[in-house]
């Protein structure tokens, strides 16, 4: 079953700048950070409690509430969600409430003066709402691996991390999926780093990486590699890859030159991989 979602509009009441919510109004909003931690509960001090999800970036959300604490001099602000069927509480900061049009918004100061323990209609319909948009989301990564097929392959998972405190270098993984009918033998991938100005990182008179991954990997079947201390900087902060070559067991070779066409987005493998 699909749904379509063409638009949702929610009033805004401009004498005193409150919004007026009703049974149907949809407040969405969009994950900013790279992770956003999200809980189920909060305690009696406003610290978050109960079981915990992360969210990545560019998730949307729908808002059915906001929440302020203050503790002494420190002051803690919730929205309340519905992601992916249930409620959740996430930092405000990790949330960008998005403008439906030029006149109409949403802000956290007017949701909390909304009394949302009364709105039990708004509260279920943005939930139910949730639920839609998963399943849409779940169609559109699964047309994307389709679309991946003629390629043979999808980068499921890529990303660098710090690989010790102790020590200068910073590695990089990758998560791939055998898609094609032949068995993988070899993948090779080229990266770039950059550093926090977007400067490429050069070491050894070259800012390429190459690192190689050894099957075989069978039709359908996914496998993860790892490779330590690719750069022997901390100073990576983003990496773009640049190619992918795919050799099978039967001597053929595939050559990716644009590697975002096989790369599943956070959003993406978190909608299908992701409890």
């Known amino acids: 079953m699909r749904f379509l979602f063409v638009c949702f509009l929610f009033i805004s009441v401009f004498g005193n700048s409150q919004i007026n919510i009703t049974d149907t109004t949809v407040i969405m909003g969009i994950t900013i950070n790279k992770v956003s931690s999200v809980s189920t509960k909060l305690n009696n001090v406003g610290f978050k409690s109960g079981e915990s999800l992360d969210v990545p970036s560019g998730s949307f959300v729908i808002i059915i509430g906001a929440k302020r604490y203050n503790v002494g001099n ?44 009364k709105l039990d209609k708004f509260i279920s319909y943005g939930i139910k709402i949730s639920e839609y948009m998963e399943i849409n989301r ?42 094609s009918n032949k068995t993988i033998k ?5 990266l770039i780093g950059y550093n926090s100005v977007d400067d490429k990182i050069v070491e050894k008179g070259t800012s390429i990486k190459t690192v190689k991954g050894v099957g075989p990997i069978p039709k359908n079947e996914a496998a993860a590699f790892n490779y330590k201390y690719v750069w022997f900087t901390d100073l990576v902060e983003t990496f773009v890859i640049k190619s992918v070559k795919i050799q099978y067991m039967d001597g053929s070779i595939k050559n990716i030159d644009n590697p975002k066409l096989i790369t599943l987005s956070k959003v993406d493998y978190d909608v299908l991989f992701d409890k």
């Open 138 to 179: 779940k169609d559109k990564a699964l047309k994307f691996i389709e679309s991946c097929k003629p390629f043979g392959v999808v980068l499921l998972k890529n990303s660098i991390y710090d690989e010790s405190e102790y020590t200068d270098g910073t590695s990089f993984g990758f998560q791939i999926q055998n898609i």
């Open 186 to 190: 070899y993948i090779t991938v080229n």
């Open 74 to 117: 420190d002051k803690f602000d919730y929205y309340e969600i519905a992601y992916k069927g249930a409620k959740y509480f996430i930092y405000k900061d990790d949330v960008l409430l998005t403008k439906i049009n030029n006149d109409i918004e949403a802000n956290f100061d007017d949701l909390l003066k909304i009394s949302f323990d």
